[in-house]
């Protein structure tokens, strides 16, 4: 299993809901690190202010994206429950990490 560090920042979004959000994003790291073995160890900076979220990665001391992946709030929150807002992240997070990668 990756080795996943996330930093979460919320400004509107409750503690629960909060720790929920950070769940479903970790929890789908891991999937994304298990299914393509592109990488061991990430480090994931989640921001959300005024419901827009941003999120950036180093995977494996990478880091060859500098512009932060937008996520919609309401998909996140979607996730905890949904398994197709589930794939839509895991889907998003994919190709992001691919550009963090330089594949």
Same mark, same amino acid.
């Given at each position: 299993?990756?080795?996943?560090?996330?930093?979460?920042?919320? /400004?509107?979004?409750?503690? /629960?809901?909060?720790?929920? @959000?950070?769940?479903? @994003?970790?929890?789908?790291?891991?999937?994304?690190?298990?299914?393509?073995?592109?990488?061991?160890?990430?480090? @994931?900076? &989640?921001?959300? /202010?005024?419901?827009?979220?941003? #999120?950036?990665?180093?995977?494996?001391?990478?880091?060859?994206?500098?512009?932060? #992946?937008?996520?919609? @709030?309401?998909?996140?929150?979607?996730?905890?429950? /949904?398994?197709?807002?589930?794939?839509?992240?895991?889907?998003? #997070? *994919?190709?992001? &990490? *691919?550009?963090?990668?330089?594949?």
């Amino acid at each position: 299993m990756a080795d996943v560090s996330l930093t979460a920042a919320f /400004s509107t979004v409750p503690a /629960s809901e909060a720790e929920e @959000i950070k769940r479903v @994003i970790v929890e789908t790291v891991q999937q994304l690190a298990q299914d393509d073995g592109a990488f061991k160890k990430a480090k @994931i900076v &989640f921001t959300e /202010s005024d419901e827009r979220c941003g #999120l950036t990665a180093e995977l494996d001391g990478v880091k060859r994206e500098g512009v932060p #992946l937008q996520l919609d @709030i309401d998909q996140l929150e979607d996730a905890k429950t /949904s398994a197709g807002a589930r794939a839509q992240l895991k889907e998003a #997070l *994919r190709l992001y &990490f *691919r550009r963090v990668l330089g594949k």
